[in-house]
T-cell receptor, first 115, second 112 residues
Framework: DAMVIQNPRYQVTQFGKPVTLSCSQT?????MYWYQQKSSQAPKLLFH???????NEADTPDNFQSRRPNTSFCFLDIRSPGLGDAAMYLC??????????????FGPGTRLTVL | KQEVTQIPAALSVPEGENLVLNCSFT??????LQWFRQDPGKGLTSLLL?????REQTSGRLNASLDKSSGRSTLYIAASQPGDSATYLC???????????FGDGTTLTVKP
């Protein structure tokens, strides 16, 4: 059974048109992460939530926002997508922040295309 | 700032060969190191996690080692199969910040 679910799997949007990507989890994990991965590159952490506490990476553009209305769901909002935002967006979860045995579980990703 | 490097970027081997993938990191103050597999256009699948106090972990044909003092980890794949073809990424989890730094990955092709 899928533990981290991302919807949609493929999203096409127009330049400047806001878009929202969705992530849900059945693991009841405290931490949810959003990564951006461009072709042949390492996933780049955008931000993460520990419970309701939001932690933004210093170099994440203001164009990217996130919401976590409850434990199970987390959303990535791109307010004005540019061509450079076309990428795979990966959601991940983990039990906690300082758990040495903690594994990150990833969803299948959402491929975003910006026209 | 933690930097993670994976060499080589791509590797092609004949089926049945044993192989080693390398991961190096600059800051030894890590919580754990995780190896992932990524198939084209898909998400990441966790293969092995090594805690900072451990030296190696094994799962089936996979063996991952960790040498914190030298900032290195290796992923050994025994008797490679075409189904092993994928990109393999290592991720280093730093201290208690909950964040992981990824390498760019090694793309493995196993030829029948």
């Amino acid at each position: 059974d899928a533990m981290v679910i991302q919807n949609p799997r493929y999203q096409v949007t127009q330049f400047g048109k806001p878009v929202t990507l969705s992530c849900s989890q059945t693991l009841n994990h405290n931490v949810m992460y959003w990564y951006q991965q461009k072709s042949s590159q390492a996933p780049k952490l955008l931000f993460h939530y520990y419970d309701k506490d939001f932690n933004n990476e210093a170099d994440t553009p203001d164009n990217f926002q996130s919401r976590r209305p409850n434990t199970s769901f987390c959303f990535l909002d791109i307010r004005s997508p540019g061509l450079g935002d076309a990428a795979m967006y990966l959601c991940a979860t983990s039990m906690g922040l300082a758990v040495i045995t903690d594994t990150q579980y990833f969803g299948p990703g959402t491929r975003l295309t910006v026209l | 700032k933690q930097e993670v490097t994976q060499i080589p970027a791509a590797l092609s081997v004949p089926e049945g060969e044993n192989l080693v993938l390398n991961c190096s990191f600059t800051d030894s103050a890590i919580y754990n190191l995780q190896w992932f597999r990524q198939d084209p256009g898909k998400g990441l699948t966790s293969l092995l996690l090594i805690q900072s106090s451990q030296r190696e972990q094994t799962s089936g044909r996979l063996n991952a080692s960790l040498d914190k003092s030298s900032g290195r980890s290796t992923l050994y794949i025994a008797a490679s199969q075409p189904g092993d073809s994928a990109t393999y990424l290592c991720a280093v989890r730093v201290t208690n910040a909950g964040k992981s730094t990824f390498g760019d990955g090694t793309t493995l092709t196993v030829k029948p």
